[in-house]
């Protein structure tokens, strides 16, 4: 899904969005407030079950791309790092499964368990699971001694034991308003009340001048300055670039590459979770070969490419850096590791 372009007004500030962006908002609120209540609903007649490990959720407030995926590998990492064993817990968005099953990135596709499950599968055992109970039951059944939920904030049906909250710093939370008159989940002020932390995903360009959003000047809870770290493949040192991207702000893919020194001669942007079809990827290939160019791509879209592409594509790697990781280490101490028992959700 790409978002609609009112949803983020300050991206067009100079430019403008036209009329759309001030009737549409307006216009779609009635579908906002019944998207709301049937949420708040839903949280107020569920009431959560605990895991037999505690459980911690990585989640946001919008719809779309904030890093919830590289946070929640950085935190269990970390986890690992305290000689735990993590598993991760995701609904497998964009795959067929309902699960609950474990994923195996030798034999499980995109279109079966989502991209995001075979990415986080890479660095810990994960677990696709519509039905998040019977995940963490097959989580726990299988070894797991903590489970690190990627996304789910929404989700009543199991108690979290640590919420974080993954925010962009630059976008924040767009115009402000619920689906589908903007990208928020639901409100502000409730999704906040619910979260133990936040985790201010900053870009790397001045550290000295990081941005904290209106709505978070006043989250008396830690927030976590942090940023999404790349580096260069020392493959494409001097090498002419052709860079695609099916994820949530292709743009900013785009400008971490250039930032690096590489040298970008096109690049192509698709909705986020995109699968590409043959079609699609032989036309890059030929344009690349045009430009004289090798092909690059975002970790989350080498795992929906099939083998035979993936040997065709470069991948721009990184990983989620923490200002100040002695933060999200006494959380998981105060929260993850703590003899206190919820009774239920926030």
Known sequence: MRSPDFWYPQDFAETGTGVAARILPVALCPGSML????????????????ADVKVICIGNLTVGGTGKTPTAIAVARQLTDRHNTPFFLTRGFGGRAAG????????????????ESLLLARHAPTIVSHNRLKGAELAVEQGADIIVMDDGFQNPTLVQDLSII??????????????????LRESI????????????????????????????????????NAWYQTWQPATLESERVFAF?????????FQSAAKLGLHIVDTM???????????????MVDRAETYGACLLTTEKDFVRLT???????HVLKGETCFENSAQLDQLLADRAFSSEVDTGSR
């Open 35 to 50: 998207y709301n209540a049937l949420g708040q609903a839903r949280r107020a007649l569920t009431k959560p079950l605990r």
């Open 100 to 115: 609950p099953l474990a994923v195996d990135p030798s034999r499980h596709t995109s279109r079966q368990v989502g991209d």
């Open 166 to 183: 993954v925010v962009d710093a630059q976008r924040g939370f767009g115009n402000g308003r619920i689906i589908p008159a903007g990208p």
């Open 189 to 224: 002020t409730k999704g906040l009340a619910r979260a133990h932390a936040i985790v201010l995903m900053q870009t790397d360009d001045d550290r000295s001048n990081w941005i904290t959003p209106d709505p978070l000047q006043n989250f008396r809870r830690p927030l976590i």
């Open 245 to 253: 991207a099916g994820i949530g702000r292709p743009q900013k893919f």
């Open 269 to 283: 942007a698709y909705p986020d979770h995109h699968a590409f079809t043959s079609s699609e990827f032989g036309i």
């Open 307 to 313: 083998k035979q592409q993936q040997d065709l594509v």
